[in-house]
């Protein structure tokens, strides 16, 4: 069993910053992929950033610049630094672990920027 369990959302300002933090416990592979998407109200979950165990990382286009992803292998968990903040990057946003082509999901948690 994996748990994922997120923390670091809250309300800011636009132009502000957030640091998200994911830690997953329970039976994990060394060799996986975590990584953040978001998903704002009527619209699709979509990737913001990924890095994997060995420290690759893919960003999406609209936060390439602001945000960064980062890992501590030993704690199993993952990073998100967010600046620069903008009222768009609004969402919910989500933790997944992808390992041994399983995917787990964090529960979520809010991102709220006001302009």
């Known amino acids: 069993q994996v748990q994922l369990v997120e923390s670091g959302g809250g309300a800011v300002q636009a132009g502000g910053s957030l640091r998200l933090s994911c830690a997953a416990s329970?039976?994990?592979?060394?060799?996986?992929?975590m990584g953040w998407y978001r998903q704002a109200p009527g619209n699709e979950r979509d990737l913001v950033a990924s890095?994997?165990?060995?420290?690759?990382?893919n960003y999406a286009d609209s936060v390439k610049g602001r945000f960064t992803i980062s890992r501590d292998n030993a704690k199993n968990t993952v990073y998100l630094q967010m600046n620069s903040l903008k009222p768009e990057d609004t969402a919910v946003y989500y933790c997944r672990l992808l390992s041994l082509a399983r995917l787990y999901w964090g529960q979520g948690t809010q991102v709220t920027v006001s302009s």
């Open positions: 329970g039976n994990i592979f060394s060799i996986n992929t």
């Open positions: 890095i994997s165990s060995g420290g690759s990382t």
